[in-house]
């Protein structure tokens, strides 16, 4: 019995040998993100655009001209939507803002900015959904005669305005140079 003991004493003490346990230094999470790159898009839509080349861009099911432009690594994705716009631009503004205005019950805040290139027919509204909202940046862009485009920021997790403040500040500069470098193409009325 006293051997067992001897054996259970020299175990405890080996084992409680070793440094003082040191607390855990506090940190911040480090998200980095690639320096913005971007690529031209084209194709047989009747507008294009530069994008970043950190994102995916895919047809949107079978609507002639809507996209996803999806960056993987976020699990963020912009929904682009295309509209005609015929006699009916008041009603596409309208309907715009709707979306927008729908996220007043958890938005703490809604920025909006118009934004003008007239020498290109550029005009439209960017927003900026601060709080819990299901979507973070929406905006649109149109000549105000033939053709309505729309985007829209959602993330596929749960809003949290703190954990995705840093990748929705870099999805907004893409957006933001996306819309600098935004064009209609002439005669098309696809």
Same mark, same amino acid.
């Given at each position: %019995?006293?051997? @067992?003991? $001897?054996?259970? $004493?020299?175990?405890?003490?080996?084992? *409680?040998?070793?440094?003082?346990?040191?607390?855990?230094?506090?940190?911040?999470?480090?998200?980095?993100?690639?320096?913005? +790159?971007?690529?031209?898009?084209? *194709?047989?839509c009747n507008y294009s655009f530069e994008y970043s080349k950190f994102a995916n861009l895919v047809?949107?099911?079978?609507?002639?001209?809507?996209?996803?432009?999806?960056?993987?690594?976020?699990?963020?994705?912009?929904?682009?939507?295309?509209?005609?716009?015929?006699?009916?631009?008041?009603?596409?503004?309208?309907? +715009?803002?709707?979306?927008?205005?729908?996220?007043?019950?958890?938005? *703490?805040?809604?920025?909006?900015?118009?934004?003008e290139y007239p020498e290109k027919k550029v005009y439209g509204m960017f927003y900026e959904l601060?709080?819990?909202? +299901?979507?973070?940046?929406?905006?649109?862009?149109?000549? *105000?005669?033939?053709? $309505?485009?729309?985007?829209?920021? @959602?993330?596929?997790?749960?809003?949290m305005p703190d954990s995705l403040a840093p990748s929705i500040d870099y999805v907004k500069k893409?957006? %933001?140079?996306?819309?600098?470098? $935004?064009?209609?193409?002439?005669?098309?009325?696809?």
């Open positions: %019995m006293l051997k @067992n003991a $001897f054996y259970i $004493f020299l175990v405890l003490f080996l084992v *409680s040998c070793g440094k003082d346990p040191l607390p855990k230094p506090t940190g911040e999470l480090r998200l980095e993100y690639p320096k913005a +790159a971007y690529q031209q898009w084209n *194709s047989d047809a949107a099911g079978n609507k002639p001209c809507w996209f996803y432009l999806t960056y993987p690594k976020m699990k963020a994705k912009v929904i682009l939507t295309y509209f005609p716009i015929n006699n009916d631009f008041r009603a596409q503004v309208t309907e +715009a803002e709707k979306m927008v205005y729908k996220h007043t019950i958890r938005a *703490s805040s809604i920025d909006a900015k118009f934004f601060k709080g819990q909202t +299901a979507s973070n940046i929406q905006f649109f862009v149109t000549d *105000s005669t033939r053709h $309505f485009v729309t985007g829209n920021l @959602n993330y596929n997790s749960r809003p893409d957006l %933001m140079h996306m819309i600098d470098t $935004f064009q209609w193409k002439n005669g098309k009325n696809k």
